[in-house]
């Protein structure tokens, strides 16, 4: 396995390893670099790929520069190599909702976690990231998502994700591929408060949506959001 890097939008950098038995196709595990004063990593992959992502990380900025970890839930992809990323970079801190720092992350973390309040916003100083709560969308009590103002750059976690080992960013249609991968793994905890949860972030009139699993987009975002919403509205009204 090796990881690739890409400059998916101003400073933001993708780090894509792809697993080739994890899928049809293989399955991306996609980390995110935020490069700025205050660099933050959005997933810190599993902790069996920690040399991989931390030696793709350190090619653009010191791991010991590292200042916020982040990630959308408390699963080992993840999050499973963010104690090893908490050793690495002295100054860094874990950021994630109060609740999963209740839950979870207060325990979890080598070093206490930093808890933000829902739309609270921290300034990396060139980049602003915003926390959103998202209760078990896609999966998860805990799950939240990641607004960066500046470029208008969603970081949707789970949310869309799909198989193969496509480029980084795709002009093609996201919502298609994201169901199909929904038929396979059945990821997602579907309930009613899923559609409303994706249109609220539609709402964002995201520029960018930066997806954990499969190619991220800077098209058609706010109506790939609402499109994928109106698919999760069938799929609970069918239950
Ligand atoms: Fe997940
Ligand atoms: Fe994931």
Redesign the pocket.
Known sequence: MKTSTHEIGNRIYRLSTCVPDAAPGGFTFNQFLMDADEPLLFHTGPRRMFPLVSEAVARIVPLERLRWIAF??V?S??CGAMNEFLAAAPRAEVAHGALGCMVSLDDLCDRPPRKLADGEVIDLGGKRVRHIDTPHV???WEARVLFEETTGTLFC??LFTHAGDGPAITDSDIVGPALAAEELFH?TSISPVIGQTIRRLAELEPRALALMHGSSTRTRCRESLIQLADAYDQLTARL
Do not use: Q, S
Request: aromatic share 0%; hydrophobic share 10%.
């Open positions: 959308g839930h699963e992809d993840e896609p999966h998860n976690g789970d990821a």
